[in-house]
């Protein structure tokens, strides 16, 4: 069954076309504009959706090498993300799906992170723990079988991506956070200072990382812009290992807790090489196999909604007219 999958829950328009076996085409247009405001702008976003979302799905199928009238069926993000955006691509798929007169499917982002280590590494098989950390979540989702997920954890605050593009912003380092704050740290020396981990209760799988960014930016205003400024990289290095310090034992205790053998990373936040290998290296004297995507499908995109469209799509399982945006859908 060939699948159109259309993503646009935050700053990213993507569409995709999945044949079932073979990712076709994947378009991702990340919008630039909110790097001029430090964080996206909703109103933007939703406009920038609007303007985007044809000549990316255009583009999709021409580099699939297809024309709409082959596509059998449409998956799109319904949730979680801002609501406006969200509007933009659904109803455009309600209006598809009604004119074309073939079936679509409302697809949980999350639930899409996790589908892209599938996309990846076809062989996946649940049982397995996926922690999606992204710029708007953290959380560790034991998947017992596809379609069937527990969350194990998740932030009580910031998302872990959150933390990387705050602490970017106080140090001038300009908007998304991680790219910049990994390049900086590969040059710096960890140790330079310890900033805090939360590990919160005994046994916990859930996250904090307000705390962290707040040790951050005190530890700025104690040093001061001179000394900040020579030390960047240090600081940078300081504070990502803080992150993938908890992130990495908060996963590995997941495994232990659920008996699981498989890890799999998502979200842009897994782009990180520093976490990538750590957990990789971690995961080898534990005996746990970790997987992660390329980053083009770590990091929103249309790829993992179709394929986890297609899920869905072949048992039947569609979506009616009246399916609303859910900004804060949960898995
Ligand atoms: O999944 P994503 O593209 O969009 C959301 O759903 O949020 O994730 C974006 C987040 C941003 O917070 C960005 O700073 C972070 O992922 N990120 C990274 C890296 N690349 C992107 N964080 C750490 N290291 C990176 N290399
Ligand atoms: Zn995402």
């Known amino acids: 069954m ?29 919008q630039l504009v909110h790097r001029n405001f430090g964080g996206v702008v909703p109103e933007l976003a939703s406009r920038s959706h609007v303007r985007l979302v044809v000549p990316v799905i255009e583009q999709a199928l ?16 319904y949730g979680p993300g801002l609501a406006g955006s ?28 996790i589908w892209a280590n599938e996309l990846a590494h076809p062989d996946l098989r649940p049982p397995f723990i996926a922690l999606i950390a992204s710029g708007g979540h953290t959380q560790l989702v034991h998947v017992r079988e596809w379609g069937h997920y527990a969350v194990l954890g998740r932030t009580r605050d910031d998302a872990a991506g959150e933390a ?4 970017a912003k106080w140090l001038g380092l300009g908007f998304p956070g991680g790219p910049v704050i990994e390049n900086l740290a590969a040059g ?42 020579q030390h960047l990289p240090d ?15 908060k996963t590995l205790l997941a495994a232990k807790q ?27 004297v534990e005996n746990v196999q970790v997987l992660f995507p390329p980053p083009a499908l770590c990091s929103d995109n249309a790829a993992m909604i179709a394929r ?24």
């Open 2 to 30: 060939i699948v159109l999958g259309i993503e646009t829950s935050c700053d990213d328009t993507s569409a995709a076309v999945w044949d079932g076996q073979t990712l076709l085409s994947n378009v991702i247009s990340t």
């Open 62 to 77: 021409s580099e699939a090498g297809l024309q709409m009238r082959s596509v059998k069926g449409l998956a799109v993000t």
């Open 86 to 113: 969200l509007l933009v691509g659904l109803s455009l798929t309600k209006g598809l799906s009604l004119s074309l007169g073939i079936p679509f499917v409302g697809i949980n982002h999350l639930e899409g992170h």
């Open 164 to 167: 990387f593009d705050k602490v």
């Open 188 to 229: 710096g020396n960890a140790k330079f200072v310890r900033f805090p981990r939360a590990f919160l209760e005994e046994g916990s799988l859930d996250f904090s990382f307000s705390g962290l960014k707040t040790a951050v930016l005190n530890y700025v205003r104690s040093i001061g812009p001179a000394k900040t400024r």
């Open 235 to 249: 600081i940078a290095a300081a504070f990502q290992a803080a992150v993938i310090d908890v992130l990495i034992a």
């Open 258 to 284: 659920t008996k699981a053998k498989c890890l799999c990373l998502s979200g842009g936040v897994a782009v990180n090489r520093a976490l990538q290998e750590l957990l990789v290296e971690r995961g080898r």
């Open 308 to 331: 986890a469209g297609q899920f869905y799509l072949e048992q039947g399982r569609f979506s009616t007219l009246d399916l609303a945006p859910n900004p804060s859908l949960n898995l």
